[in-house]
């Protein structure tokens, strides 16, 4: 007897595929399945299993084919009217449509390294929140900051599963749970202090005095080329003691280069995580992802192996301190560095590569930090003794609004309700379970409301904030007539609260210092044919930013 009920008609056998259709979507809504199995069992076995219902009036081909056609076009055709229905959790935000249809056509955005441009246009367009997905919103309004990132704030968003080398061994900076986080961010803290610091300087001494000569050397450079290999090398030493030689051999083994696409391949996953799982899972894709994993997997055991000799940041994220109860899984310290070796090189690479764009294309900004420079570290001095950093106000003018135009992470990192809390309250905003948000910071950053013409690089801005003695700038006009505008509020380049970059101190002492010694020791032009101008327009976001390149001619001064 078939286990099939022979009296249905032939609507409700249609009807019985199309219920199943919209379970489907229920599912889909409620639990956001990313895993593929689940995945491949809702979108072609549940088609498949009710397509027998058709068999008998269809024969089994027809009744194959029809189900499937039954099953998506409910599905879709659900999925759409739910999105853009007042019934959807994020309806009140508004944004394109096609946005809160589907994923990718944000993902398009992505993928031509356009998302912050087109998320500067869109908050022009709608306001201060705009629907970027059908489950996601960004935020322009710094109001949302300290509650939705801050302390009381919610974890990590679920980007990371997507973007995560292995997400079974998430890094700590996809770690959601937001107790687990604190708990992994311990020994980063300890390796961040104020004392461990110093255990950094002469690395960072070492390395920036090899960058610098190879500079002054090769006369002619791609500024952003090299000064991401010295950032890289200087990472190695920082993490491991060693192990990196990419500016002596200029990337030779490519390990450099292959970090780099890795990261910016990431991006995909990061919107669309399932074809992160089919990356992970297909031989011969995402060569470049898993060549990085597996270098950075052989240096970590090599640095195990090795024990310390020197505090390197493995020392603190290995417990060789002593700081925790307990020893972390190798795995974990492994699936760390990964990230501390991309984190802590592409960032300061590329803020410093902005940085001197911005001082070759600012003359009188230039003036005035080589002014500066010349003053703390003149000739006879070690430009790498940190001692009169915190008097050389103008450089860290420069750098705080170098990253403040040139934000590293354009639009910052996701956060989302932590599951099981039904969803997130900031103030007018609820924030539902299974939806996102992100505060991007270039377009917070580029706002009016926030700072006096924030299109214009003015570091003297930080001067005036501060109330310290500062030099004209092509501000002052609009400051007289209407006072500074600077929103300190609004400037979270390395993001806020507890689950910001931990990484912040060793990033601002080393640009500072190498910025010190590389204006001490050599003078920086752009070479002929290359049109600042251009530079904006060439800037692409892979989620950090991904710079055109800088041809600079280098001359010694010493
Ligand atoms: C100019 C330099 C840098 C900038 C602009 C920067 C920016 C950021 C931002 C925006 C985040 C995301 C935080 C969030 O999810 O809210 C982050 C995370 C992180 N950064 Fe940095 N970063 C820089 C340098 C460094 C350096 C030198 C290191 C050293 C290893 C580092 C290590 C990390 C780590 C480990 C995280 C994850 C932190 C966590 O989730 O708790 N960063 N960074």
Same mark, same amino acid.
């Given at each position: 007897?078939?286990?099939?009920?022979?009296?249905?008609?032939?609507?409700?056998?249609?009807?019985?595929?199309?219920?199943?259709?919209?379970?489907?979507?229920?599912?889909?809504?409620?639990?956001?399945?990313?895993?593929?199995?689940?995945?491949?069992?809702?979108?072609?076995?549940?088609?498949?299993?009710?397509?027998?219902?058709?068999?008998?009036?269809?024969?089994?081909?027809?009744?194959?084919?029809?189900?499937?056609?039954?099953?998506?076009?409910?599905?879709?055709?659900?999925?759409?009217?739910?999105?853009?229905?007042?019934?959807?959790?994020?309806?009140?935000?508004?944004?394109?449509?096609?946005?809160?249809?589907? +994923?990718? @056509?944000?993902?398009? $955005? *992505?993928? &031509? #390294?356009? !998302?912050? /441009? =087109?998320? %500067?246009?869109?908050?022009?367009?709608?306001?201060?929140?705009?629907?970027?997905?059908?489950?996601?919103?960004?935020?322009?309004?710094?109001?949302?900051?300290?509650?939705?990132?801050?302390?009381?704030?919610?974890?990590?968003?679920?980007?990371?599963?997507?973007?995560?080398?292995?997400?079974?061994?998430?890094?700590?900076?996809?770690?959601?749970?937001?107790?687990?986080?604190?708990?992994?961010?311990?020994?980063?803290?300890?390796?961040?202090?104020?004392?461990?610091? +110093?255990? @950094?300087?002469?690395? $960072? *001494?070492? &390395? #920036?005095? !090899?960058? /610098? =000569?190879? %500079?002054?050397?090769?006369?002619?450079?791609?500024?952003?080329?090299?000064?991401?290999?010295?950032?890289?090398?200087?990472?190695?030493?920082?993490?491991?003691?060693?192990?990196?030689?990419?500016?002596?051999?200029?990337?030779?083994?490519?390990?450099?280069?292959?970090?780099?696409?890795?990261?910016?391949?990431?991006?995909?996953?990061?919107?669309?995580?399932?074809?992160?799982?089919?990356?992970?899972?297909?031989?011969?894709?995402?060569?470049?992802?898993?060549?990085? +994993?597996?270098?950075?997997?052989?240096?970590?055991?090599?640095?195990?192996?090795?024990?310390?000799?020197?505090?390197?940041?493995?020392?603190?994220?290995?417990?060789?301190?002593?700081?925790?109860?307990?020893?972390?899984?190798?795995?974990?310290?492994?699936?760390?560095?990964?990230?501390?070796?991309?984190a802590g090189s592409d960032t300061t690479s590329i803020t410093l590569t902005n940085l001197?764009?911005?001082?070759?294309?600012?003359?009188?900004?230039?003036?005035?930090?080589?002014?500066?420079?010349?003053?703390?570290?003149?000739?006879?001095?070690?430009?790498?003794?940190?001692?009169?950093?915190?008097?050389?106000?103008?450089?860290?003018?420069?750098?705080?609004?170098?990253?403040?135009?040139?934000?590293?992470?354009?639009?910052?990192?996701?956060?989302?309700?932590?599951?099981?809390?039904?969803?997130?309250?900031?103030?007018?905003?609820?924030?539902?379970?299974?939806?996102?948000?992100?505060?991007?910071?270039?377009?917070?950053?580029?706002?009016?409301?926030?700072?006096?013409?924030?299109?214009?690089?003015?570091?003297?801005?930080?001067?005036?904030?501060?109330?310290?003695?500062?030099?004209?700038?092509?501000?002052?006009?609009?400051?007289?007539?209407?006072?500074?505008?600077?929103?300190?509020?609004?400037?979270?380049?390395?993001?806020?609260?507890?689950?910001?970059?931990?990484?912040?101190?060793?990033?601002?002492?080393?640009?500072?210092?190498?910025?010190?010694?590389?204006?001490?020791?050599?003078?920086?032009?752009?070479?002929?044919?290359?049109?600042?101008?251009?530079?904006?327009?060439?800037?692409?976001?892979?989620?950090?930013?991904?710079?055109?390149?800088?041809?600079?001619?280098?001359?010694?001064?010493?």
């Amino acid at each position: 007897m078939s286990p099939l009920p022979a009296s249905l008609t032939r609507a409700e056998r249609i009807l019985a595929v199309a219920t199943c259709a919209l379970v489907t979507h229920w599912i889909f809504n409620r639990r956001e399945p990313s895993d593929i199995r689940v995945l491949f069992a809702l979108v072609f076995v549940a088609p498949a299993v009710v397509s027998q219902l058709l068999f008998p009036l269809y024969g089994t081909v027809a009744g194959i084919f029809l189900s499937f056609f039954v099953y998506y076009t409910t599905l879709l055709v659900s999925i759409i009217i739910y999105r853009v229905s007042p019934f959807h959790p994020l309806a009140r935000y508004p944004g394109p449509l096609l946005a809160k249809i589907t +994923r990718w @056509y944000w993902t398009l $955005i *992505a993928l &031509r #390294g356009r !998302q912050h /441009v =087109e998320t %500067l246009r869109l908050f022009g367009m709608y306001g201060d929140a705009i629907r970027v997905g059908p489950n996601e919103v960004w935020f322009r309004n710094p109001a949302v900051v300290q509650p939705m990132l801050g302390v009381q704030g919610m974890p990590k968003g679920p980007m990371w599963q997507g973007r995560g080398l292995n997400p079974s061994i998430m890094s700590l900076i996809g770690l959601r749970d937001n107790a687990s986080h604190a708990r992994r961010r311990r020994p980063w803290t300890r390796a961040f202090s104020s004392a461990a610091l +110093r255990n @950094y300087e002469p690395v $960072i *001494a070492r &390395r #920036g005095a !090899q960058f /610098v =000569e190879l %500079l002054a050397e090769k006369k002619r450079v791609d500024f952003g080329h090299w000064v991401h290999l010295f950032a890289f090398d200087f990472m190695s030493d920082a993490l491991f003691g060693g192990g990196s030689e990419s500016m002596k051999d200029n990337d030779a083994d490519g390990v450099v280069e292959t970090s780099k696409r890795a990261f910016s391949d990431a991006q995909l996953y990061e919107h669309l995580p399932w074809v992160g799982f089919l990356v992970r899972h297909l031989p011969g894709v995402g060569a470049k992802t898993k060549q990085f +994993r597996a270098s950075c997997l052989r240096r970590g055991l090599e640095r195990l192996e090795k024990g310390s000799s020197v505090k390197d940041l493995f020392y603190w994220l290995s417990n060789e301190d002593g700081g925790e109860k307990e020893d972390p899984p190798k795995a974990i310290v492994i699936s760390d560095s990964g990230v501390a070796i991309i984190a802590g090189s592409d960032t300061t690479s590329i803020t410093l590569t902005n940085l001197v764009y911005c001082i070759i294309a600012h003359p009188q900004v230039y003036e005035r930090l080589q002014a500066e420079i010349d003053k703390f570290c003149p000739t006879e001095q070690d430009a790498f003794d940190p001692k009169h950093l915190g008097e050389m106000r103008y450089l860290g003018a420069v750098i705080s609004e170098t990253m403040r135009i040139y934000p590293v992470l354009p639009n910052g990192t996701q956060r989302a309700p932590e599951p099981g809390t039904g969803g997130f309250v900031a103030g007018e905003h609820f924030i539902p379970e299974w939806t996102s948000i992100r505060v991007p910071l270039w377009s917070m950053h580029r706002d009016a409301r926030n700072f006096t013409l924030p299109l214009a690089f003015a570091p003297e801005r930080w001067l005036v904030a501060a109330d310290l003695p500062a030099p004209p700038s092509v501000i002052d006009s609009v400051i007289a007539t209407s006072g500074l505008v600077h929103n300190a509020g609004a400037y979270a380049p390395f993001s806020y609260g507890p689950r910001n970059c931990v990484g912040k101190n060793l990033a601002l002492l080393e640009m500072k210092l190498v910025v010190s010694h590389m204006l001490q020791r050599v003078h920086l032009r752009f070479a002929e044919g290359f049109d600042p101008s251009t530079w904006e327009e060439g800037i692409q976001e892979r989620f950090n930013l991904v710079l055109p390149e800088l041809p600079v001619i280098v001359e010694r001064r010493m």
